[in-house]
């Protein structure tokens, strides 16, 4: 593991970038470690450069509007497209819409967390500098896990 770097971590870095180590799931300092152990249990840091994926309660909140908001987003749409373009019955788009408002959320929430990780560090930079693991690598009995 690495010591935290001196210089801005994100200087060589684009938001295309980003957004692409958020979608494989990474870490969005070096890209190489895994964000998750399973669908819902997140490390607490990376393997690789020792950013800390755990931070203080409520950090993932914002993780919500990313969820939220694409899945309001595919659901209006589906629903108006349905409606006016394949003449779909509003009953039967109501019961397959509200299926999908159920799975596709649980589905994303990985994506949603690790999109929104990459909006944080991304946009600030220096709130990420202060957010790495011990120089042994493993996370205190504090960072939850």
């Known amino acids: 593991m690495t ?11 684009s938001y295309p970038r980003t957004i692409l180590r958020a ?12 964000l ?3 669908w819902f249990r997140m ?6 450069c020792g950013y800390q994926f755990q931070r203080e309660p409520g950090y993932f909140l914002g993780s919500i509007y990313f ?13 108006f497209i349905g409606f006016f373009a394949f003449d779909f019955s509003p009953d039967r788009m109501i019961w397959a819409l509200t299926a999908f408002c159920v799975l596709f959320p649980l589905w994303f929430f990985r994506y949603a967390r690790s999109l929104w990780m990459g909006f944080d560090t991304f946009w600030d930079p220096a709130s990420a500098r202060d957010h790495w693991l011990p120089e042994g ?3 205190s009995e504090k960072t939850p896990r």
């Open 137 to 139: 690598g493993e996370a």
């Open 3 to 13: 010591t935290p770097p001196t210089a801005d971590p994100h200087a060589k870095r």
């Open 23 to 34: 979608l494989r799931l990474r870490c969005p300092i070096c890209g190489r470690g895994k």
């Open 36 to 38: 998750f152990d399973g």
């Open 67 to 79: 969820n939220y908001g694409l899945t309001a987003l595919i659901v209006t749409a589906s629903f």
């Open 43 to 48: 490390r607490a840091g990376c393997d690789f």
